[in-house]
């Protein structure tokens, strides 16, 4: 199964705007070639949650994100991006990126990317 890396989180205040990247561990993985990448994030204290999802070239969000977050692939840069916009404090997360939808008891999430909304 392909392994994504996430990156590009950080301390912001509300009102910014943040890029998260999502690639391949490997440098001969084609991002292109993954059907659906999906963003998640666990907020502190919650459950993690699926935010959003490019799925075939097509993208779909979470009712808290629609409007300000957009997700989009890059094949130049070999990466998925989620570009947010407008952050709120309650986007505070650390957020992850999957091959797909993945069960309830997925086990391989990486590390993440923190994003800290905060004035």
């Known amino acids: 199964q392909v392994q994504l890396v996430e990156s590009g989180g950080g301390w912001v205040q509300p009102g910014d705007s943040l890029r998260l990247s999502c690639a391949p561990s490997?440098?001969?993985?084609?991002?292109?070639?993954?059907?659906?990448v999906a963003w998640y994030r666990q907020a502190p204290g919650k459950e993690r949650a699926l935010v959003a999802t490019?799925?075939?070239?097509?993208?779909n969000y979470s009712p808290s994100v629609k409007g300000r977050f957009t997700i989009f692939r890059e094949d130049a840069e070999n990466t998925v991006y989620l570009q947010m916009n407008n952050l709120k404090t309650e986007d505070t997360a650390v957020y992850h990126c999957?091959?797909?939808?993945?069960?309830?008891?997925?086990?391989?999430w990486g590390q993440g990317t923190r994003v800290t909304v905060s004035s």
């Open positions: 490019l799925s075939f070239g097509y993208p």
């Open positions: 490997g440098s001969s993985v084609r991002i292109s070639s993954v059907d659906t």
């Open positions: 999957t091959p797909g939808i993945v069960p309830p008891n997925y086990q391989s």
